[in-house]
């Protein structure tokens, strides 16, 4: 069962898929090359993006979430006045820095981040990370962003990886739900808080929908408080 932390979650926009899915595709990728101790080998990384994910790319500003994920960075934790620096330092130096600035990766963005019109035959916001030395594959991956933010490997598509926690009110439709409410006497807020309580403990509970809360408030008070004009067509 999906948590309710799965739907509302803190992240930099404007997409779910087309953002913050790729972004996480990113900083997962380069994970993987920490976990095989294949990191400190790469020399160049090369990002072939399809379908979908392509053909919005640039507005939904999947080039930008692809180059903060692959520095290290989470939809949940960057810096977001921080985040025009760090793309124009990578477009400036065509340089990826990870590890804090500790490693340096060949990124020249005009090479590296590449857009193509055709679709991945098992969704069609598909995105693949190759990772070379000196010209050599020494790690390849395909991602799929499938909505929300979340993501899933070629290899794990159409599988059920996560491991269910016994909660307990499960529902998998609105029927089911409105059953535990009326055979428990119990609101819909009530169901909800003990399935969540089960998985992540009511304290965690609490802290993580007022993080939810103050976040939305701020990002209510920065819109309200900056000048200027958004980009896009529309003025």
Not at 39 to 49: A, E, I, P, Y
Not at 94 to 116: K, N, Y
Not at 120 to 136: Q, R, V, W, Y
């Amino acid at each position: 069962m999906i948590s309710v932390f799965d739907i509302f979650k803190i992240s930099i926009g404007p997409s779910s898929s087309h953002t913050v899915g790729p972004m996480k595709a990113g900083k997962q990728f380069v994970d993987t090359l920490q976990e095989k101790g294949l990191l400190h080998k790469v020399t160049r990384l090369v990002v072939d993006v399809y379908g979908s994910l392509s053909l919005t790319g640039k507005g939904h500003h999947t080039d930008i979430a692809i180059i903060l994920g692959l520095s290290g960075y989470l939809p949940d934790t960057v810096d977001i006045d921080a985040i025009p620096g760090i793309i124009r330092d990578v477009n400036t130096m065509h340089r990826l820095f990870i590890e804090e600035g500790q490693r340096e990766i060949q990124f020249p963005v005009a090479e590296c981040m590449r857009f193509h019109n055709e679709f991945l035959p098992l969704h069609e916001n598909g995105m693949s990370i190759t990772a070379f030395c000196d010209g050599k594959i020494v790690h390849f991956q395909t991602y799929y962003s499938i909505g929300g933010g979340f993501i899933v490997t070629e290899e794990n598509f159409g599988k059920n990886l996560e491991a269910e926690v016994d909660i307990p009110f499960p529902f998998y439709s609105a029927r089911n739900l409105l059953a535990h409410c009326q055979n428990n006497c119990l609101s819909i807020s009530a169901v909800m808080m003990k399935n969540e309580t089960a998985r992540h403990g009511r304290e965690n509970v609490e802290q993580n929908m007022a993080k939810i809360w103050e976040t939305m408030r701020n990002a209510i008070n920065r819109g309200m408080n900056t000048e200027g004009i958004l980009p896009g067509p529309l003025k």
